[in-house]
C-alpha cells in the first residue's frame, strides 16, 4: 500500500494484536480542537438524558418515611456550565439538582467519633416559598491527608474510539490524566487499558512514580473507530483484579463520551457486567468529556453500579479540582452502601418533598437490607439534601380520608422536627452499621441562616428554575443572584462566584428566547 494513500477503516479501529505494553495503536492525526462541523454548519447534538420525574409532596401521617441513597456525583452541574457557556440553556433533563449542590464545598464540622462522617442540619424558610421551610441535611466524610491514602492500583480505562476525535474530549482526557499522574508516587500502579473496535492493553502496571513512561504511553494515544466500551470494561476489570492490592485503593477510572456502540453496549448489559466486578473490591470512577454525542445517561448508571463516583470535566481547571484537589474522595472510598432513612413528626410537619435524588430513591423496607446497593462516600467528601417541608400548621390540598387516623401520638408532640437515621458498609465489608441523628434545633428566620444553607438554597432555586419545575413557586434568577451573592462567603477558589456569572448567563439567555406566538 502507497504511504500516502488512506488507512482503510479496518485498520484504523484498535484492535488487542495492535496494542502492546507502552505502544498505542496507529491512528489518523487528532483534528483541529474544534469539532467538525455538518455541511449545514450546525453542530450535531445528539446527547442522550434520562427522563427525570420530580419528587412530589407526601403527607406525613400516611407516609412519614423517606428513604435515598446518598450521591456524591457533581457531573450535572458541570455539564450544566458547559451548556451555558456555550450560550444555550440545559434540557431539564441534564439538570439533576442533587448534583449542583454538590458541586460546592460546606463547612460541616468534620467526624471525631467512631463512624467515618458526621451529620450537619439546619433549617429556615425556602426561598421560592416563604410559608415552607426548608430542611438542610449535610454528611461530612473523614478527611483523609494525600500522603496518607493507602497504595493505589489504579487502571486507565480509555476510549479511544472515532467519537473521541475533538479537543474537548481525547486531548482534554490526556491533560486530565497527566494531572493525576503527577500525584502518584511509587507505592502507587498504574495500567492503561484503551478500546475502540476493540480493547487492548497499552499499559501494564507501571509504578507511580515513572510518570514519564505513564505519560509517554498517555501522549501516544489518537482516536479512531467504532466503541467496543463493554468489552474495555471487562479488561480493564481483569487487569485490575490481576494485580489486586490487598487493603489498598483498586479501582477502574472510565474516561469517555459515553457512546459505546460495539459488544455489550445496552444499559442493561453494561451495568450487569459493573455489577459482578464490584463485588471483588474494585470500585469504579466515570469521567464524562465532550458535547454532541454525550451519553450522560449510561455513564451515571455504571458509575452508580460500580460503587464509584461520576464527574463531567469540561475544562483543563475541572480536571485539576477532580484529580487534583479531591483526589482522596475521588480515589478513596470511606463507606459505602450509605442510606439515609428520614422519619418526620407530624406534629410540626405536614408534608415534606425530597429536592433533587430522583434516580437515587430507595423503598422502605431497602434501608435494612443489606444486599440493596446504595451510593459511596469518597475521603473528605461532603453529601448534602435539602428537603422543603410544609410545616403542621401549613395549608396543603388534601382529601379526606375515610380510613386512615389523623390523631397524633404523645410522642409525636415533641420538639423533634424529624429523625436521620443512616446506614453504611465499611468498604471491605458486607454488613451495614447503623447510625442516627436526632433534628431538634430551633427553625431560624433566613437572614440568621448561615451562608452554607443559604448558598445551597440559592444553588437548589436555581435548578428549579432550570428545570422549570412545577415546585418553583415564586423562584426568579433575581432571587437567586442576591441570596447567592450575600452567602459567597470566602470562596477561595472561586467557584461560587463563578456560579453567580451562570445564574447572570440563564437569565440573559432565558430572555432572549423566543415567544411563542
Known amino acids: 500500500m502507497d504511504a500516502a ?12 494484536a495492535q496494542l502492546s505494553a507502552g505502544h498505542a495503536a496507529i491512528h489518523p492525526p487528532m483534528p483541529s480542537p474544534h469539532p467538525v462541523l455538518p455541511p449545514n454548519g450546525e ?3 445528539n446527547e442522550v438524558y434520562d427522563r427525570i420525574v420530580e419528587n412530589g409532596f407526601k403527607t406525613v401521617l400516611t407516609d412519614p418515611l423517606s428513604t435515598f441513597s446518598i450521591d456524591v456525583d457533581t457531573a450535572s452541574y458541570t455539564n450544566v456550565r458547559r451548556m451555558l457557556n456555550d450560550g444555550q ?7 439533576r439538582i442533587e448534583e449542583m449542590i454538590n458541586y460546592f464545598t460546606y463547612d460541616y464540622p468534620r467526624p471525631t467519633g467512631e463512624h467515618p462522617f458526621s451529620v450537619y442540619s439546619e433549617i429556615a424558610p425556602a426561598p421560592w416559598n416563604t410559608d415552607h421551610q426548608l430542611v438542610h441535611i449535610g454528611l461530612s466524610g473523614k478527611a483523609i491527608p494525600t500522603a496518607d491514602l493507602p497504595s493505589s492500583n489504579l487502571v486507565f480505562l480509555l476510549d479511544v474510539s472515532g467519537s473521541m476525535n475533538y479537543g474537548n474530549k481525547l486531548p482534554l482526557l490526556k491533560r486530565a490524566f497527566r494531572l493525576l499522574v503527577d500525584q502518584l508516587d511509587e507505592k502507587d500502579r498504574v495500567s492503561i487499558v484503551v478500546y475502540a473496535g476493540a480493547a487492548g492493553v497499552v499499559l501494564e502496571p507501571t509504578p507511580g512514580n515513572e510518570n514519564t513512561s505513564i505519560i509517554r504511553a498517555l501522549d501516544q494515544l489518537s482516536a479512531g473507530g467504532s466503541t467496543a466500551g463493554g468489552q474495555g470494561i471487562e479488561l480493564a476489570y481483569q487487569m485490575a483484579e490481576k ?5 489498598g485503593n483498586n479501582r477502574v477510572i472510565l474516561a469517555t463520551d459515553g457512546d459505546f456502540n460495539v459488544g455489550p453496549s445496552s444499559d442493561a448489559e453494561l451495568t450487569r457486567i459493573i455489577e459482578q466486578k464490584r463485588e471483588k473490591g474494585v470500585f469504579l470512577t466515570v469521567l464524562g468529556f465532550g458535547s454532541g454525542n454525550y451519553r450522560d445517561n449510561k455513564m451515571e448508571k455504571l458509575a452508580n453500579q460500580g460503587n464509584g463516583n461520576f464527574a463531567y470535566i469540561d475544562n483543563i481547571r475541572e480536571a485539576r479540582k477532580v484529580l487534583v484537589e479531591e483526589m482522596a474522595g475521588t480515589l478513596l472510598t470511606i463507606a459505602k452502601d450509605v442510606k439515609l432513612q428520614l422519619e418526620f413528626n407530624p406534629a410540626k410537619v405536614k408534608s415534606y418533598r425530597l429536592i433533587g435524588y430522583e434516580n437515587r430513591m430507595l423503598a422502605n423496607e431497602d434501608f ?9 462516600l469518597g475521603a473528605g467528601l461532603r453529601v448534602t439534601a435539602l428537603y422543603e417541608i410544609i410545616p403542621a400548621d401549613g395549608s396543603q390540598n388534601e382529601q379526606p380520608l375515610k380510613y386512615q387516623t389523623s390523631e397524633l401520638t404523645d410522642k409525636a408532640n415533641s420538639n423533634d422536627t424529624l429523625t436521620v437515621k443512616l446506614r453504611y458498609k465499611q468498604p471491605d465489608s458486607d454488613t451495614s452499621q447503623p447510625f442516627q441523628y436526632v433534628v431538634d434545633q430551633p427553625w431560624k428566620t433566613l437572614n440568621a441562616s448561615s451562608d452554607d444553607f443559604r448558598f445551597a438554597a440559592s444553588v437548589a432555586e436555581f435548578g428549579l428554575l432550570l428545570r422549570d419545575s412545577q415546585y418553583k413557586g415564586n423562584a426568579s434568577f433575581d ?3 442576591t441570596l447567592g451573592k450575600q452567602a459567597k462567603g470566602k470562596d477561595d477558589e472561586g467557584y461560587r462566584a463563578e456560579f453567580l456569572h451562570l445564574v447572570e448567563s440563564a437569565q440573559l439567555l432565558g430572555s432572549s428566547e423566543p415567544v411563542d406566538k
Open 243 to 247: 494485580h489486586f492490592i490487598k487493603g
Open 89 to 95: 440553556l440545559p434540557p431539564a433533563d441534564a439538570v
Open 368 to 376: 435494612t437490607d443489606d444486599k440493596k446497593d446504595a451510593g459511596e
Open 5 to 16: 494513500a488512506p488507512m482503510p477503516r479496518a485498520k484504523v479501529a484498535v484492535g488487542a
Open 43 to 45: 453542530p450535531e447534538n
Open 479 to 481: 432571587q437567586v443572584l
